[in-house]
């Protein structure tokens, strides 16, 4: 009786351990799911929150110098379409042998610059993040509004943005 | 083997932990990585704020200046946001009479010295300047006589006719305007944009530049213009020093206010109006039309 108690202890004994590891490996595997889970979401929201980091800052880059040279570099702007109905801007600059055409082309932004017989084509944006609007409101004589809309290639995410410019050097030609 | 069993547990708590480790790096990464960018996206909106500050009161200071003279003005602002920092917007206003010359600048300080500023500067020349070139547009005032270059057909008036050069100080000008003037290059390539443009040192422009747009040129040395150079836009050259003009040079519509002695070669060609004090010498073949033109006021562009 005793002996069938005591091999009876030692089976329950070994069997409370293999409970145990049983517990164990539950826990790992729930663990390990959840760990999976919230990495995948990580990736995926910091995929998002990056790309949306890097269309602020496109667009910081892109508006400052749009900025820069149609505030104080434009002594006369004119709004126009290209041939695909597009919204451009036809700048005079204000060194007078300088010509400028801000347009979009195969969703990145161009600045022509033509001086004399020269022509010169400086993109404005990069291809990782493209402009798939970019659409010009009058606001005034000397007051320019821009609609931007850029979009992050790799995650799809896009962002409207827009801004306003007072020329100080010039006036919108009609 | 409960030895082994715990064994087993630290070996199995272990890797989570040095996974949620992991975790929070990657965490910290990104929140680092977002404060970052707040803090660079608080940065240009302050930064836009203090430009559309300053370009509203420049705008009001040279409107006003249509119905009134403007003065040194200080405000005191609100705040910017996000950020809270107070405002300072400074409008400071320096002329020099004799020449009609006034410099305006626009400051707009925060209280943490980040500063957005913007100039302008305008001509409208003195009453007693005009009245001087009311009857010749080609004046020396310290010549003896006034003579008659027929074959040249250049009138020069001289002191006889009671010119006298402006009072300008070409310093007080250089306190205001910047020094950086534009190399050869950049003005072959770019020409000049409306600014005033102003060198401390003497200069000579290389020989056969064409330099489209207008500006003010001011000059405290000599200078030199080499041959068969072109001004093709409306200048206005100050010079305090002596102006040497090279041969076949054009200048299409300039105003030339040289305090020492005006030098012109063979072959040259000036449209506009010319003041040397000193003296001027004229070359064969020198042409010189009037253009009262460039006594018109000038208004140089607004500059960052």
Redesign the interface.
């Known amino acids: 009786m005793f002996m069938a108690h005591k091999c009876c202890y030692r089976e329950r004994k070994s069997g409370t351990?293999l409970l145990?590891?049983n517990f164990?490996l539950m826990m790992?595997v729930f663990?390990s799911g959840v760990?999976c889970n919230?990495?995948h979401m990580?990736y995926k929201n910091?995929k998002m929150?990056?790309a949306d980091?890097e269309i602020?800052?496109a667009f910081?880059y892109t508006e400052s110098i749009l900025?820069?040279e149609l505030?104080?570099?434009t002594?006369q702007a004119r709004l126009s379409k290209d041939f695909n109905g597009r919204d451009q801007i036809v700048c005079q600059?204000?060194?007078?042998?300088?010509r400028a055409y801000w347009y979009l082309s195969g969703k990145i932004l161009y600045r022509k610059t033509i001086?004399e017989t020269t022509t010169g084509i400086n993109p404005f944006s990069g291809p990782e993040i493209q402009v798939v609007d970019f659409i010009t409101v009058p606001l005034g004589e000397a007051k320019l509004g821009i609609i931007m809309t850029l979009k992050d290639t790799e995650t799809g995410l896009e962002r409207r943005k827009s801004f306003t410019l007072?020329l100080?050097?010039s006036s919108l030609a009609s | 083997m409960a030895e082994e069993l715990k064994r087993n547990k630290g070996f199995i708590l272990f890797p989570v932990l040095l996974f949620l480790i992991a975790c929070s790096g990657v965490a910290m990464t990104g929140l680092h990585t977002v404060a970052r960018e707040a803090a660079a996206a608080s940065e240009f909106l302050r930064y836009r704020q203090l430009e559309t500050i300053t370009q509203s009161f420049m705008q009001t200071a040279l409107y006003q200046e249509e119905q009134t003279e403007i003065t040194d003005a200080a405000y005191q602002l609100g705040f910017l946001h996000p950020g809270k920092e107070p405002v300072n917007v400074t409008v400071k206003v320096n002329r020099e009479p004799s020449l009609g010359l006034r410099f305006l600048q626009v400051d707009t300080v925060t209280s943490h010295d980040d500063k957005f500023s913007l100039r302008q500067c305008r001509i409208r020349f003195s009453d007693s300047l005009l009245q001087q070139f009311a009857n010749s547009l080609f004046i020396v005032p310290d010549a003896a006589v006034q003579k008659e270059q027929e074959e040249k057909d250049v009138s020069i008036t001289g002191n006889t006719g009671g010119a006298v050069f402006p009072d300008f100080s070409m310093e007080s000008i250089a306190n205001w305007a910047s020094t950086d003037f534009p190399s050869a290059l950049e003005l072959q390539s770019d020409g000049l944009s409306g600014w005033i443009y102003l060198t401390r040192e003497k200069l000579s422009f290389p020989k056969g530049i064409t330099v489209h747009g207008n500006g003010i040129l001011a000059f405290t040395d000599n200078i030199v213009i080499s041959d068969d150079s072109t001004f093709t836009g409306r200048i206005i050259l100050l010079a305090d020093g002596n102006v040497r003009i090279g041969s076949r040079v054009r200048l299409e519509k300039a105003l030339l206010l040289c305090r020492g002695k005006l030098t012109v070669g063979t072959d040259s060609f000036i449209n506009g109006a010319v003041m040397a004090q000193q003296d001027a010498v004229l070359g064969e073949g020198v042409t010189f039309t009037g253009d009262r033109e460039v006594l018109e006021p000038y208004n140089s562009i607004v500059s960052y």
């Open positions: 351990i145990e590891l164990l790992i663990v760990c919230s990495t990580i910091c929150i990056l980091i602020a800052r910081r900025r820069r505030s104080y570099n002594a600059k204000t060194f007078n042998n300088v001086k007072l100080s050097n």
